[in-house]
């Protein structure tokens, strides 16, 4: 058939549907936008005409495949410039509410960028709230729960329909996002859903009581097991944080994690027997507080883990009434006599020594400092003693801090105690002191000490720490740190773990302490370089609790002193410990994730397997030849670039998936309402691997070919599976295949925009206020871009780069229809990031931060190192 013509488009809308139908299929989008652009202008009534073609196009929007109907609505939309006089406002009001209807009655397309542009086109948001809600509640009648969801937001709606009676049904169709995107920006119905889930987690709640009261909800085995107590508590103080929520409204969900919090004191202090009785009574009262039910349940656990002595005291503590007692304990609290009628130390009771007892100086590290060298910060003039003394150039700074454990109830905790060891002194800065904290002159030294170039700083596991010290401050969320001369001694450790020194004369000797040390993290290398572990009894002391016991600070100093001593050993025979002479060009990239150790140490003994690991059979392509999971790939298999490689997760391996595609494989996952089945066809129509795990794996088996399904062990980590994955295909890893893809769509194409030109898109759409930041960004794109704006050779080698010209400068939408997704870039990032990718499929926006490094060393015994991508590579997009 002759290619189509845009003269050969009539006037008669099924005319044009079909002509456009036609082109579609052949995937000619060129003419079809030149047919598209004819044919509307040879319409007699355009705007009803258009709802004509739509009402007949073939298809649903599903997942982000974009159908005709979105591609001529675009078009339509381009149109609609070029020809302004054509509007629903230059139509007779009978007829433009006809229209309108119409087009409401096409929203049941969910693909958010249909629901734009039809309102734009019919003006949908100047529709009577009335006649909109009626329809969304037509839309809610034939169970589109998802559907007169997607509406109500798009055409801010929230505000007049019932907040349960919408998000219910999401949610019993594991739809929480949606629900939570629905009360999103407003207050009260954000509490409303808040309180909803809480009243869920009340012990007297069954599912049964809302399937009654919706039954028309399809509502899976999956959905409901999501409706655990446990699992509800978790969303509720997700989105107390998330929504800034008064945990007051959630007693429900607050009572239940307390009351696994109480379980897991109980087990470390009478169980376990690692918690000292003093941290244990702290932790208690912090957890039980004012609560009746769980100074009961204390009560009774006290009589089953302990005795009815401490079950006694504890009862009098918090006048527990004679009928909420355990059988016998009233009766043991008769006998008490006075002075142990109350909880705590006694007056007898020998006051803390700063010097330890001789067998504890035996057994753990010892700070080698006395008394009168650690000082406490808590005012501004101690600190202005500590500054100068601390911030001396050249100068190396051990740097530990300590917060409050909470075990769950609050998601991010505030340092307590920021503890800073020189040479022969200790800081212990005091963020618990009133009004210290918030005093300007301590969030400036804080500052000014990670900043200095010429002051080594020491820490361990430092992302936890920076973490808290983030969320104790609020400047640091809006200008964050500036970090200079920082030495991460974990990544130091980890380089340590893998190599073996020699500790005799008669050959080599690994320095682990063995596997079955329970000694760990910092604790370990302090054994491992100084001979002696540190104690941690006071790990989780209860740190915002004043004044400190001696026990506690002498933890606290010799956590930051134990810092410069293995420094100082390291830094003095590196060698010995398989390290480079300078220790400072250890960075993050060399360290090694936890699980990929373990998983060495399991093939070391010849444990590891796979669950229903079978040889793939050799497909047509030598490149795509698999192998069994957990072998090392042969030499004589050539190794297949993660591009090659084309999977399909099903929808229990999406953390799998996310992790593969965000090494630079092609890959579908299944939506969590997907059929199983979904996996075989998308197999068998575009000849990619099936990954699955569980009962599914037999049944897909039998619809593919032979080693075209592949069963993953669902109790391992996502990451670990992944390199199951990569090794079963012996695929090739470089650090140019890491954010090769598109990690929201899977898309491998985006569009390098220019600091400038992004400013100029986020004013345009009203994202960025003020003419100083735009005059500031400007002046540094002067200053500071030079040849970036049109880079020769792209960081991401492996991706495709598509020319910012495909981008319509009017809607900011690339020619598949996607928006540019401004409103995740905050106005803030132009003056440090100077340039932006955006996924030219779903218009995600993307920019250089520090997860390519993370990524990076999550996988590091999987890459493959090759001259075009040192390890050491730049970071790469993050959003």
């Given at each position: ?32 936008h030149l047919a598209a652009h004819r044919g509307f202008s040879k319409l007699s009534e355009p705007l009803e005409a ?218 470390k202090r009478f169980v376990e027997k690692s918690m000292t009785d003093e941290n244990w009574s702290d932790h208690v ?520 010209s495909e981008l319509d400068p009017d809607t900011l939408t690339f020619p598949g229809g996607a928006p540019i997704q ?58």
């Amino acid at each position: 058939m002759d290619r189509m013509t845009p003269e050969a488009v009539g006037l008669d809308p099924d005319v044009l549907r079909d002509q456009l139908f036609e082109l579609w299929n052949r995937k000619d989008l060129q003419t079809l936008h030149l047919a598209a652009h004819r044919g509307f202008s040879k319409l007699s009534e355009p705007l009803e005409a258009l709802l004509t073609i739509l009402e007949g196009c073939p298809g649903k929007q599903k997942g982000r495949s974009h159908t005709l109907g979105h591609h001529i609505l675009v078009e339509f939309l381009t149109w609609m410039k070029e020809h302004p006089q054509v509007t629903v406002s230059s139509l007779l009001e009978q007829q433009a509410l006809a229209l309108q209807q119409r087009a409401l009655n096409l929203t049941t397309d969910t693909q958010p960028t249909f629901i734009d542009n039809l309102t734009i086109i019919y003006q949908l948001d100047s529709v009577d709230p009335a006649i909109l809600r009626s329809n969304i509640m037509k839309l809610h009648a034939l169970h589109w729960y998802k559907e007169a969801a997607v509406l109500s937001v798009k055409l801010k709606l929230q505000k007049e329909l019932n907040m349960e009676e919408m998000c219910v049904p999401l949610i019993l169709q594991n739809k929480l996002p949606l629900a939570e995107s629905f009360v999103a920006g407003h207050n009260h119905l954000e509490q409303q859903l808040v309180t909803l889930l809480d009243s869920w987690c009340h012990p007297g709640f069954t599912e049964e009581e809302i399937l009654k009261r919706y039954p028309h909800v399809s509502v899976s085995k999956q959905c409901l097991s999501q409706m655990q107590p446990k699992l509800l508590a978790k969303h509720v103080f997700r989105l107390v944080e998330k929504f800034n929520i008064d945990q007051g409204l959630c007693p429900n969900a607050l009572h239940k994690r307390r009351l696994d919090t109480l379980r897991f004191l109980m087990y470390k202090r009478f169980v376990e027997k690692s918690m000292t009785d003093e941290n244990w009574s702290d932790h208690v009262q912090y957890v039980v507080a004012d609560d009746f039910e769980l100074q009961i349940q204390l009560v009774e656990m006290l009589v089953r883990y302990c005795s009815f002595h401490k079950a006694s005291q504890w009862s009098l503590r918090y006048n527990v009434p004679r009928d909420r007692l355990p059988c016998g304990v009233w009766e043991t609290q008769q006998s008490l006599p006075p002075d142990l009628q109350k909880i705590g130390p006694s007056a007898s009771a020998k006051p803390e020594e700063w010097r330890p007892s001789r067998s504890h100086c035996k057994t753990f590290y010892q700070v080698p400092l006395t008394k009168d060298k650690v000082h406490f910060v808590d005012s501004p003039e101690a600190l202005r003693r500590c500054r100068n003394i601390v911030l001396k150039e050249g100068g190396i700074v051990g740097v530990d801090m300590e917060w409050q454990p909470t075990f769950g109830c609050i998601s991010t905790q505030k340092v307590a105690l920021i503890q800073l060891a020189v040479l022969d002194q200790v800081f212990l800065v005091d963020l618990c002191a009133s009004g210290f904290c918030q005093h300007p002159d301590t969030i400036i030294f804080i500052r000014s000490l990670f900043a200095h170039r010429n002051i080594l700083k020491l820490g361990y596991g430092m992302s936890g720490d920076l973490k808290c010290l983030r969320a104790t401050w609020q400047q640091l969320l809006e200008e964050p740190l500036k970090m200079e001369a920082m030495l991460d001694l974990l990544n130091v450790h980890q380089k340590i773990q893998r190599r073996k020194v020699d500790r005799t004369q008669n050959g080599p000797k690994e320095v682990l302490v063995g596997k079955n040390s329970a000694e760990k993290g910092l604790s370990l290398l302090v054994q491992q370089v100084l001979g002696r572990p540190l104690d941690k009894t006071e790990q989780m002391s209860h740190w915002e609790k004043r004044p400190l016991r001696i026990s506690q600070i002498r933890y606290a100093v010799a956590d930051a002193c134990c810092l410069l001593d293995v420094y100082s050993a390291l830094s003095s025979n590196p060698a010995y410990f398989g390290l480079p002479a300078d220790l400072r060009g250890i960075s993050s990239s060399q360290s090694e994730d936890s699980g990929g150790k373990k998983q060495k140490e399991k093939r070391a003994h010849g444990t590891e397997e796979c669950q229903g690991a079978q040889r793939v059979s050799p497909p047509s392509s030598n490149t795509e030849k698999g192998l069994l999971c957990g072998e090392k790939p042969s030499e004589d298999t050539p190794p297949l670039p993660p591009q090659q490689l084309r999977v399909v997760c099903d929808n229990m391996l999406q953390g799998l998936g996310r992790y593969l595609r965000c090494l630079g494989v092609d890959v579908i996952m299944l939506e969590n309402t997907d059929d199983h089945r979904v996996a075989a066809k998308l197999a068998q129509a575009e000849g990619r691997f099936i990954l699955t795990c569980g009962q599914p794996f037999q049944s897909l088996r039998s619809q593919v070919g032979e080693g075209r399904c592949l069963s993953i062990d669902c109790s391992e980590r996502a990451r670990d599976q992944a390199v199951r994955v990569l090794r079963h295909f012996n695929v090739q890893l470089t650090p140019s295949d890491i954010f090769s893809r598109c990690q929201a769509c899977n898309s491998d194409q985006y569009a390098a925009v220019p600091r400038k030109d992004m400013a100029r898109m986020l004013k345009q759409k009203g994202f960025l206020q003020g003419q100083d930041i735009i005059d500031h960004t400007q002046q540094q794109e002067e200053e500071t871009l030079g040849d970036i704006l049109t880079p020769e050779i792209p960081r991401y080698v492996q991706c495709q780069w598509a020319p910012l010209s495909e981008l319509d400068p009017d809607t900011l939408t690339f020619p598949g229809g996607a928006p540019i997704q401004l409103h995740a870039v905050p106005p803030a990032l132009l003056l440090r990031i100077p340039l932006f990718y955006i996924c030219t499929r779903c218009g995600k926006v993307f920019w250089e931060g520090s997860h390519f490094d993370r990524v990076l060393a999550m996988f590091q015994d999987v890459l493959h190192i090759t001259d075009k991508d040192p390890e050491s590579a730049a970071a790469a997009p993050q959003n």
